[in-house]
Protein backbone atom coordinates (compact mmCIF):
# COMPACT_ATOMS: atom_id res chain seq x y z
CA UNK A 1 0.00 0.00 0.00
CA UNK A 2 2.83 2.10 0.59
CA UNK A 3 5.56 2.76 -1.45
CA UNK A 4 9.68 4.95 -0.39
CA UNK A 5 12.01 5.48 -3.06
CA UNK A 6 14.71 7.11 -2.32
CA UNK A 7 17.62 9.23 -4.41
CA UNK A 8 20.47 11.29 -4.16
CA UNK A 9 22.80 8.97 -3.09
CA UNK A 10 26.52 8.64 -4.67
CA UNK A 11 30.30 9.35 -5.07
CA UNK A 12 31.18 12.37 -2.83
CA UNK A 13 34.96 13.67 -1.38
CA UNK A 14 35.63 14.04 2.14
CA UNK A 15 34.19 17.68 3.43
CA UNK A 16 31.62 17.41 0.83
CA UNK A 17 27.64 17.51 1.03
CA UNK A 18 24.71 15.31 -0.53
CA UNK A 19 21.26 15.44 0.05
CA UNK A 20 19.45 12.52 0.41
CA UNK A 21 15.58 12.50 -0.77
CA UNK A 22 12.67 9.87 -0.14
CA UNK A 23 9.32 9.99 -1.40
CA UNK A 24 6.82 8.03 -0.21
CA UNK A 25 3.22 7.40 -2.17
CA UNK A 26 0.20 5.16 -1.71
CA UNK A 27 -2.81 5.11 0.65
CA UNK A 28 -1.17 7.24 3.61
CA UNK A 29 -3.99 8.67 5.68
CA UNK A 30 -1.08 10.85 7.96
CA UNK A 31 2.48 10.14 8.82
CA UNK A 32 3.67 9.45 12.70
CA UNK A 33 7.74 9.79 11.63
CA UNK A 34 10.39 9.43 9.16
CA UNK A 35 13.44 8.88 9.99
CA UNK A 36 16.73 7.75 7.84
CA UNK A 37 19.05 4.72 9.03
CA UNK A 38 22.18 3.64 7.58
CA UNK A 39 24.30 0.32 7.13
CA UNK A 40 27.49 0.29 6.73
CA UNK A 41 29.56 -3.16 5.52
CA UNK A 42 30.09 -4.97 9.32
CA UNK A 43 28.12 -2.93 11.36
CA UNK A 44 25.08 -3.02 12.61
CA UNK A 45 22.05 -0.38 11.31
CA UNK A 46 21.88 2.41 13.11
CA UNK A 47 19.45 5.31 13.12
CA UNK A 48 20.86 8.66 11.74
CA UNK A 49 18.08 11.16 11.99
CA UNK A 50 14.55 10.86 12.91
CA UNK A 51 11.75 13.33 12.28
CA UNK A 52 8.29 13.21 13.82
CA UNK A 53 5.26 14.78 11.84
CA UNK A 54 5.23 17.49 14.16
CA UNK A 55 8.61 18.48 12.97
CA UNK A 56 10.55 17.56 16.12
CA UNK A 57 14.20 15.88 15.30
CA UNK A 58 16.74 13.62 16.99
CA UNK A 59 20.43 12.62 15.35
CA UNK A 60 23.08 9.83 16.33
CA UNK A 61 25.45 11.70 17.98
CA UNK A 62 27.92 10.70 15.09
CA UNK A 63 26.15 13.64 13.12
CA UNK A 64 25.14 15.82 15.01
CA UNK A 65 26.20 19.43 13.98
CA UNK A 66 26.87 17.96 10.31
CA UNK A 67 23.46 16.59 8.77
CA UNK A 68 20.24 17.98 8.82
CA UNK A 69 16.48 15.73 8.53
CA UNK A 70 13.49 17.73 7.21
CA UNK A 71 10.57 16.97 5.60
CA UNK A 72 7.29 18.04 2.70
CA UNK A 73 4.43 17.07 4.28
CA UNK A 74 2.65 17.98 1.23
CA UNK A 75 4.75 16.01 -0.90
CA UNK A 76 4.86 13.06 2.00
CA UNK A 77 8.79 13.58 1.22
CA UNK A 78 11.87 13.43 3.91
CA UNK A 79 15.53 14.99 2.77
CA UNK A 80 18.59 14.41 4.38
CA UNK A 81 21.23 17.13 4.15
CA UNK A 82 24.33 15.52 4.66
CA UNK A 83 27.74 18.43 5.17
CA UNK A 84 31.16 17.88 6.35
CA UNK A 85 31.36 14.30 5.08
CA UNK A 86 33.63 11.85 6.41
CA UNK A 87 34.95 8.19 5.35
CA UNK A 88 33.16 6.49 8.44
CA UNK A 89 29.85 8.07 6.90
CA UNK A 90 30.08 5.44 4.05
CA UNK A 91 26.78 3.28 4.33
CA UNK A 92 23.70 2.10 2.38
CA UNK A 93 21.42 4.72 3.38
CA UNK A 94 17.64 3.56 4.13
CA UNK A 95 14.33 5.99 4.35
CA UNK A 96 11.44 5.19 6.90
CA UNK A 97 8.28 5.73 7.81
CA UNK A 98 5.44 4.85 10.36
CA UNK A 99 2.08 6.37 9.60
CA UNK A 100 -1.37 5.52 9.34
CA UNK A 101 -2.32 3.58 6.15
CA UNK A 102 -5.85 3.74 5.05
CA UNK A 103 -7.73 0.23 5.97
CA UNK A 104 -5.52 -0.71 8.35
CA UNK A 105 -5.60 -0.44 12.09
CA UNK A 106 -2.89 1.29 13.97
CA UNK A 107 0.71 2.83 12.62
CA UNK A 108 2.55 0.75 9.76
CA UNK A 109 6.02 0.33 9.29
CA UNK A 110 7.41 0.60 5.63
CA UNK A 111 11.42 0.86 4.35
CA UNK A 112 12.76 1.84 1.13
CA UNK A 113 14.91 0.49 -0.65
CA UNK A 114 18.32 1.64 0.28
CA UNK A 115 20.80 4.29 -1.76
CA UNK A 116 24.53 3.96 -1.28
CA UNK A 117 26.61 6.57 -0.23
CA UNK A 118 30.56 6.63 -0.42
CA UNK A 119 32.64 8.94 0.75
CA UNK A 120 36.14 8.54 0.15
CA UNK A 121 39.06 10.44 -2.13
Known amino acids: QVQLVESGGGLVQPGGSLRLSCAAS????????MAWYRQAPGKQRELVAR???????NYADSVKGRFTISRDNAKNTVFLQMNSLKPEDTAVYYC???????????????WGQGTQVTVSS
Open 96 to 110: YIEAWVAGILGTSFY
Open 26 to 33: GNIFSINA
Open 51 to 57: ITGAGST
